[in-house]
């Protein structure tokens, strides 16, 4: 890895993933009787994980050497699921605040009349 930054992407990203393949045993509540929310449907032939997911996934086995290929490949698609979540809440990378960035102060003199 590069920086911190990175390795701290990578590591967040391998926590979500496990945090989202977990089995919700009694943690989450049923959900209400009459309730249908949109379920996302199976892809045919599901994309393969990016080549630097697949990395990422794969530098895991430093720290857990039992992880199977089935779990890197979870891992790795669920990396990539949050790179596009990412992509879709700042569309504008340009856009993306920086260290000394400071809110806009707006100040205006009322009329005392």
């Known amino acids: 890895m590069a920086d911190r930054r990175s390795f ?5 990203g391998v926590a979500a993933s496990v945090l989202l393949t977990a089995p919700a045993d009694a943690q989450s509540a049923a959900p209400a009787a009459g309730a249908t929310g949109p379920t996302p449907k199976p892809s045919a032939s599901p994309k393969p994980p990016t080549a630097l997911a697949a ?6 086995r430093r ?26 809440l700042n569309p504008h990378r340009a856009t993306a605040l920086h260290n000394g960035d400071e809110p806009v102060t707006r100040f205006s003199v009322r009329d005392a009349r």
Do not use: K
Not at 55 to 60: N, P, Q, V, Y
């Open 8 to 12: 701290l992407g990578a590591v967040s």
């Open 55 to 60: 990395a990422i996934s794969a530098s895991m």
């Open 63 to 88: 720290f857990d050497p039992v992880l199977s290929d089935a779990d890197l490949e979870t891992i790795a698609r669920a990396i990539d699921d949050n790179r596009l979540g990412e992509a879709r």
